[in-house]
Nanobody, 121 residues
Framework: QVQLLESGGGLVQPGGSLRLSCAASGSIFSINAMGWYRQAPGKQRELVATITSGGTTNYADSVKGRFTISRDNAKNTVYLQMNSVEPEDTAVYYC???????????????WGQGTLVTVSS
């Protein structure tokens, strides 16, 4: 069973930067689209950014120009560079992989456990 493990969350001041990482563990042939989602207290989970295996990206309007998603296919890892963060970015950030191909099966909609990002002075 492939798992996704996020890291890099924490406390950051408004205007600061933070980099999240999400690594897929296990024997993997390929991963198609990967993405970051977030859920703030009392709100529904929302899309932050996605990236295809070929590098095509998509961003929520609220983070365009501030956040950058990237991936290293050789390491089965996706990153989220967060710049100029705002208090409204405070949330638990979740990594997602749409489809993971392993030697024995295909896993769909795999989620990480989440990492908390708090933007506060």
């Amino acid at each position: 069973q492939v798992q996704l493990l996020e890291s890099g969350g924490g406390l950051v001041q408004p205007g600061g930067s933070l980099r999240l990482s999400c690594a897929a563990s296990g024997s993997i042939f390929s991963i198609n689209a990967m993405g970051w989602y977030r859920q703030a207290p009392g709100k529904q989970r929302e899309l932050v950014a996605t990236i295809t295996s070929g590098g095509t990206t998509n961003y929520a309007d609220s983070v365009k120009g501030r956040f950058t998603i990237s991936r290293d296919n050789a390491k089965n890892t996706v990153y989220l560079q967060m710049n100029s963060v705002e208090p409204e970015d405070t949330a638990v950030y979740y990594c997602n992989a749409g489809r993971i191909h392993t030697p024995t099966r295909v896993q769909f909609e795999v989620w990480g456990q989440g990492t908390l990002v708090t933007v506060s002075s």
